[in-house]
């Protein structure tokens, strides 16, 4: 559906971005994720036809639209701020790109309350103005404004990054379940890991203008290609030589591993001694603090209600080396 072929693009001397390819198919929730400033914007934008790389091409459904302009891509666009016009009611936010194609008022209004319909806004919101509405009812209008012209392609730039914690992780059940409904391409670029890994079908990480993995959400957690995405997806453990040696792994290579692949126990086996520090409930699971050969090591325990252990008591930890992630030293 959109292919990026060896983009590059150059702001004076700065290399924003440097051979990034990606294959994004028709269908498909792709998430651009990565810290701030490492790119997932600027290719965003790329696609879009915002900025046009210094060398490279972008194409949609075989066509070649590295130089076709913003209006003739045929791509909605969904903005951070949302970028609606706030003395203007809903209606006519939604509205507006139909206007510009020049439809009939008829059809224009058959499409507007059609749309507002599936992302569940009333009739009577689409008389208020735009700033009447709460932050997840204006992300609702300029989803819904994005949509209603029928783009082959939606693009959305941290479009909850704006709302509280509780109405982003509400939204963001309704945003996937609104892009399985429409069945529309989707690029999505985010700095929320979790957001990430419950949203995609794929996931590009992008750091410091290069893409380090593509792949699955259980790829990139599971399978990280690269010690920055081991490190910035979720939280991982990164164990010491004193472990490392008795495991017979490799002294020039960095070793990690999830919180959850640790397995705790009360009794002696083929493990580590430990000692629990301290312990954090959250009521699906408990976190635990274990010291074992002086390091510290953060472990996910499955809560069954029986099975807690205390500060002070003594355990026995198990660590497979197959569930170790391994990268070279720099």
């Known amino acids: 559906m959109i292919k990026l072929n060896n983009i590059f693009v150059k702001f004076g001397d700065f290399e924003a971005l440097r051979d990034i390819n990606v294959h994004v198919k028709e269908g498909q929730f792709f998430t651009f994720l990565g810290p701030s400033g490492c790119g997932k914007t600027t290719t965003l934008r790329t696609i879009t036809g915002f900025i046009e790389p210094s060398s490279g091409s972008v194409f949609m459904a075989g066509k070649d639209i590295t130089h076709v302009p913003i209006e003739k891509r045929n791509i909605g666009i969904v903005f951070q701020s949302y970028a609606l016009f706030p003395t203007m009611t809903v209606y006519d936010n939604i509205a507006f790109g139909l206007k510009i194609k020049k439809l009939s008022k008829s059809e224009i209004d058959k499409r507007v309350r059609d749309i507002a319909a599936k992302v569940d806004l009333s009739p009577e919101q689409l008389e208020k103005a735009v700033s009447q509405l709460s932050g997840?009812?204006?992300?609702?209008?300029?989803?819904?404004?994005?949509?209603?012209?029928?783009?082959?392609?939606?693009?959305?730039?941290?479009?909850?990054?704006?709302?509280?914690?509780?109405?982003?992780?509400?939204?963001?059940?309704?945003?996937?379940?609104?892009?399985?409904?429409?069945?529309?391409?989707?690029?999505?670029?985010?700095?929320?890991?979790?957001?990430?890994?419950?949203?995609?079908?794929?996931?590009?990480?992008?750091?410091?203008?290069?893409?380090?993995?593509?792949?699955?959400?259980?790829?990139?957690?599971?399978?990280?290609?690269?010690?920055?995405?081991?490190?910035?997806?979720?939280?991982?453990?990164k164990l010491d030589p004193a472990i490392t040696s008795q495991l017979g792994l490799s002294e020039r290579e960095n070793h990690f591993i999830r919180l959850e692949r640790i397995h705790v126990l009360r009794e002696r086996s083929e493990g580590f001694d430990g000692v629990i520090e301290s312990q954090e409930y959250y009521g699906l699971y408990i976190k635990y603090y274990i010291r074992v050969c002086g390091q510290v090591l953060k472990v996910i325990e499955k809560n069954d209600g029986v099975k807690i252990y205390n500060p002070g008591e003594n355990v026995n930890v198990v660590i497979k080396p197959e569930d170790i992630m391994s990268y070279p030293k720099e």
């Open 136 to 237: 997840g009812q204006q992300q609702r209008v300029a989803i819904a404004r994005a949509l209603v012209t029928g783009p082959a392609i939606i693009c959305m730039d941290e479009p909850l990054s704006n709302l509280d914690a509780k109405l982003r992780v509400q939204l963001r059940n309704e945003l996937k379940n609104m892009q399985r409904e429409f069945g529309i391409t989707t690029i999505y670029v985010t700095h929320d890991q979790e957001e990430a890994l419950t949203l995609s079908d794929c996931i590009a990480v992008f750091n410091k203008g290069v893409i380090e993995q593509i792949g699955t959400p259980n790829d990139i957690y599971n399978h990280s290609k690269t010690e920055f995405v081991a490190n910035f997806i979720g939280d991982i453990n």
